[in-house]
């Protein structure tokens, strides 16, 4: 069975300064993807970044970056010049296929607060 | 454009009435997702559409549940006779592309259901 774990249920960052949030993942599966989603207390999950399993590069989208380390099954995501607006709940999910679709199974979610 | 939109944003239930949730994908978008996500969790998959195909219903959690796209837009997660342990928020996503492989998903900010 797939499995995401993200060990960390609370983080904090001094504003400007960087952040590393984990994520684990197990899978027999070859081919799978690797999501991050942030939820704000609104609580809509929006999209901050994707990597697919057979990507050789880390993924980067603006101030979000993945270290994806396949040998170790962690995919980080790191927040460069954390933003009072990055507090949020942040979920790790992965995707697993299944007859022709790819079904995502999320982490318990970490709660990154940023202050001043 | 408009996103993904969700009725109602609240709902509160006796125990034993059946609920409908309505969910309003992006237009054009394939793929359509129901969560459910308990408090201080990340969302559980529940079912997945295809157009109006419904291609996998594993992580509903008893018969009570029943979701539908008739036309391949809309959907609707019906449950019946609810029970206290239904109480979560229900988020539905909707993605351009098949299944969650790659394709960012697009989240609907969730109806909350409480069961008394």
């Known amino acids: 069975a797939q499995k995401i774990t993200q060990t960390q249920p609370g983080m904090f960052v001094q504003e400007k300064e960087a952040v590393t949030l984990d994520c684990t993942y197990d899978t027999s599966d070859q081919s799978y993807g690797l999501f991050w989603y942030k939820q704000p207390s609104s609580g809509e999950m929006i999209f901050l970044i994707y990597q697919g399993s057979y990507d050789e590069q880390n993924a980067t989208e603006g101030r979000y970056s993945l270290n994806f380390q396949k040998a170790r099954k962690s995919a980080n995501l790191v927040i460069s010049a954390s933003q009072l607006g990055d507090s949020a709940m942040y979920f790790c999910a992965m995707t697993r296929p299944n007859r022709g679709s790819y079904i995502p199974t999320f982490g318990r979610g970490t709660s990154l607060i940023v202050h001043p | 454009g408009a996103g993904v939109s969700q009725s109602p944003r609240y709902k509160v239930a006796k125990r034993g009435q059946d609920v409908a949730l309505r969910c309003d994908p992006i237009s054009g978008h394939v793929s359509l997702f129901w969560y459910q996500q308990a408090l201080g969790q990340g969302p559980e998959f529940l079912t997945y559409f295809q157009n109006e195909a419904q291609l996998d219903k594993s992580g509903l959690p008893s018969d009570r549940f029943f979701a539908e796209r008739p036309e391949g837009s809309v959907s609707t997660l019906k449950i019946q006779r609810t029970q206290q342990e239904d109480s979560a928020v229900y988020l539905c996503?909707?993605?351009?592309?098949?299944?969650?492989?790659?394709?960012?998903?697009?989240f609907g900010p969730g109806t909350r259901l409480t069961v008394l």
């Open positions: 996503a909707s993605s351009l592309g098949l299944g969650g492989g790659q394709s960012e998903q697009f």
